[in-house]
């Protein structure tokens, strides 16, 4: 709610609440809910409570700070626990987007790639890191993904909670065409954009895995199998300059955590396989 001078009220922060759960290790689990999946139910397992009355977009700001602090799970299996958070990987994939090859720039729209890169993981904030290794069935993780991205658009963003229903609904626009290339409520329609940000999602990945191995003198094998579902030829060639480029191991792999089946059922609705 905004004063007679447009200063934005503090009725948001004071009202939103949030207390991590202190059971356990580590932080609380958003996946783990008994019965069907809610964003409700997440929320609750999170200790997050949401306004009855939500006029600003300062609610769903205090929510996606999760994406600064949940770490990338993937990592984490591997025994790397002050690795990347989700935060992390999306801010360099912005960057890359930024310094994209001619050709791609000539083909896409930089500023929806932009958005892409930004938005791709924003319900991940409720949703958590899902990972190939969690064998969670594509359409379920994309179910809750979607009902989240639903949830900061129809209850915290938009005109009747004191946003822009444009800004809103072009977030949700984006998300669902890069999770399905759905454009106009059409699913997979082709989108340059879409083929371009998924490919950055997995060399962003792959120069994190290279930079892990480095520092921290493992062999981090099993993430360079993601390299074969890169789409643009051009992108395929990043991805094979890091890879070239990991440092020579002289000990084997460690226990995959995340078998090449697993991989193919996780990018299976997304990627053409080569």
Request: charged share 25%.
């Amino acid at each position: 709610m905004e004063d007679s001078k447009g200063a934005i009220s503090t009725e948001a922060f004071n009202n939103f609440s949030y207390t991590p759960s202190t059971s356990g290790p580590a932080q609380a689990s958003p996946t783990q809910i008994d019965g069907e999946w809610t964003v409700e139910k997440a929320l609750a397992a999170l200790g997050i409570e949401i306004p009855e009355e939500v006029n600003s977009p300062i609610t769903f700001f205090h929510i996606i700070e999760r994406l600064k602090t949940t770490k990338r799970q993937g990592w984490t299996r591997h025994g790397i626990h002050d690795g990347e958070s989700i935060a992390d990987h999306m801010h360099r994939m912005g960057i890359m987007v930024l310094f994209a090859p001619p050709s791609v720039r000539s083909s896409v729209s930089l500023d929806k790639c932009l958005k892409m890169a930004m938005l791709h993981d924003i319900a991940e904030s409720v949703v958590g890191d899902i990972t190939p290794s969690d064998d969670m069935p594509r359409d379920e993780k994309s179910r809750r993904e979607a009902v989240t991205v639903d949830f900061f658009v129809d209850r915290l963003l938009g005109s009747a909670h004191g946003g822009d229903d444009e800004s809103a609904a072009e977030m949700r626009a984006v998300w669902h065409e890069f999770e399905s290339g759905t454009i106009n409520g059409v699913p997979n329609s082709p989108s340059p954009e879409r083929d371009f940000v998924q490919d950055l999602d997995k060399i962003e990945m792959l120069l994190q895995m290279s930079e892990y191995e480095r520092r921290h003198g493992v062999n981090l094998e099993e993430f360079t199998y993601s390299a074969t579902k890169i789409r643009m030829p051009v992108m395929q060639t990043w991805a094979n300059e890091i890879i070239a480029g990991r440092p020579k191991h002289s000990k084997p792999a460690g226990p995959t955590i995340a078998s090449r089946e697993q991989q193919d059922r996780y990018y299976d609705s997304n990627c053409v396989f080569k």
